[in-house]
């Protein structure tokens, strides 16, 4: 390959990997009590791709030979030292990839039952400032949530921008 090429290939690179903006995301906002909220869907906002995962091996095997699953179980447990931390992280996570056209403040919230709390709803929220393009975010039912009440058992994932529902992804058993 020639030298000139480099800059050129350097170049698509950065551009395709910074395709998908990814803001470092501490813990989400746990809502103490949820509210209804109109609906106002709008084509400017839309979840791209939901990926969800259980890491709990009451429900899963312990040995496997699936590379991808092998490489999850490593990846949630990374820096455990002990079992206890270990058992902190079993739970449910949700891989959220979601589009903004306009730049707007824009909350994302998961809401959940748990299979230990019947048809109590809880709910996850994080807040973007002038979110546009391409975002990645992360929600997480682990720890004591998981431990005392049991793995989701339906969710509901919703954009909201200015006190109105923009955008609506949910289980099929979601009612």
């Known amino acids: 390959m020639s030298l000139s090429k480099v800059p050129v290939l350097f170049a698509l690179a950065v551009v395709f990997l910074s395709g998908c903006a990814s803001i470092p995301e501490g813990p989400a906002t746990?809502?103490?009590?949820?509210?209804?909220?109109?609906?106002?869907?709008?084509?400017?906002y839309e979840f791209r791709k939901i990926l969800q995962s259980?890491?709990?091996?009451?429900?899963?095997e312990p040995a496997t030979r699936n590379e991808?699953?092998?490489?999850?179980?490593?990846q949630r447990t990374w820096g455990a030292v002990d079992s206890i931390e270990i058992q902190k992280r079993h739970g449910n996570y949700y891989t959220v990839f979601w589009r903004s056209k306009k730049a707007t403040d824009v909350t994302l919230r998961l809401e959940y039952?748990?299979?230990?709390?019947?048809?109590?709803v809880m709910a996850q929220e994080r807040y973007y400032s002038q979110a546009q393009g391409n975002f990645r975010s992360t929600f997480e039912v682990i720890g004591d949530e998981f431990?005392?009440?049991g793995r989701v058992t339906a969710w509901r994932l919703l954009m909201?921008?200015?006190?109105?529902?923009?955008?609506?992804?949910?289980?099929?058993?979601w009612r």
């Open 113 to 120: 039952r748990q299979a230990g709390l019947g048809n109590h």
């Open 147 to 149: 431990l005392e009440n």
């Open 68 to 74: 991808p699953i092998t490489f999850e179980r490593a």
């Open 30 to 44: 746990r809502l103490a009590r949820t509210e209804v909220l109109p609906l106002a869907l709008d084509d400017n």
């Open 160 to 173: 909201v921008v200015d006190g109105r529902i923009v955008a609506l992804s949910q289980s099929y058993m």
């Open 54 to 60: 259980l890491f709990d091996p009451a429900f899963i």
